[in-house]
């Protein structure tokens, strides 16, 4: 059975939501470890709740980057980790840590990539007056928001919209893809072929009519 890693760093909001996928049958994998960056992360009680195992590693308590994700690495392999999903980890990965887990690091944004990539990607959005908003499921690359994408799901946005208000119904829709993307993966029926990420054993025309501009 694949074994996941969660690097969260703030509510783990995501993180729940994973959680409940795997103990409802829906993902087929062990979720190994949950990892922040931030000790007063809310998701680590969610993870403690579960009796998942938990562990604050600070990127404070380093000098370097490489240093911090070294440690990571230590960790995650430590305890066996096939898959690493970030879900709200507010650290960039550095080369040495993707080539040491290739297309087994999967990210969420809560954007249209490869529109407004970076951390405040739904706020530029907003900002700028898109139509369609909405989140993002990729591979992660040696390119912030950049790698192969596996699901994507979009909302209107509404004239009288804030922007606190459209990221509630985005973070609705994170909460139905992310789960439905690891479940993909750990059911075997993703591949990437030339950055394009091709989805085998399901009906994708059902995964358009669930996931765009529903949630």
């Known amino acids: 059975m694949i074994k996941i890693g969660v690097l969260i760093s703030g509510s783990g909001s995501n993180l729940q ?56 690495l230590r960790v995650l392999k430590e305890n066996r980790v096939d898959l690493v999903v970030l879900a709200g980890f507010m650290r960039v990965l550095g080369a040495a840590f993707l080539a040491a887990f290739p297309d087994r690091v999967i990210n969420i944004h809560p954007a249209i990539l490869p529109s407004f990539p970076g951390t405040h990607g739904q706020e530029q959005a907003f900002d700028y007056g898109v139509k369609l908003a909405g989140c993002t499921v990729h591979f992660v690359d040696e390119k912030v928001d950049h790698g192969p994408i596996i699901i994507q799901a979009a909302v209107p946005v509404l004239s009288n919209d804030s922007e606190d208000c459209l990221g509630a119904r985005i973070l609705r829709c994170e909460h139905k893809i992310f ?28 995964l358009e009519d669930q996931f765009l501009i529903s949630c």
């Open 179 to 206: 789960p439905r993307a690891l479940a993909l993966y750990c059911a075997g029926n993703l591949r990437i072929e030339d950055r394009k990420v091709k989805i085998s054993g399901v009906d994708e025309s059902a």
């Open 17 to 72: 939501s994973i959680i409940e996928a795997v103990n409802n049958g829906s993902i087929v994998a062990e979720i190994a470890l949950v990892i922040s960056n931030n000790e007063e992360a809310y998701g680590l009680t969610r993870a403690e709740n579960y009796g998942i195992l938990t562990k604050v590693i600070k990127h404070g308590d380093f000098g370097q980057c490489q240093e911090f994700d070294q440690e990571l």
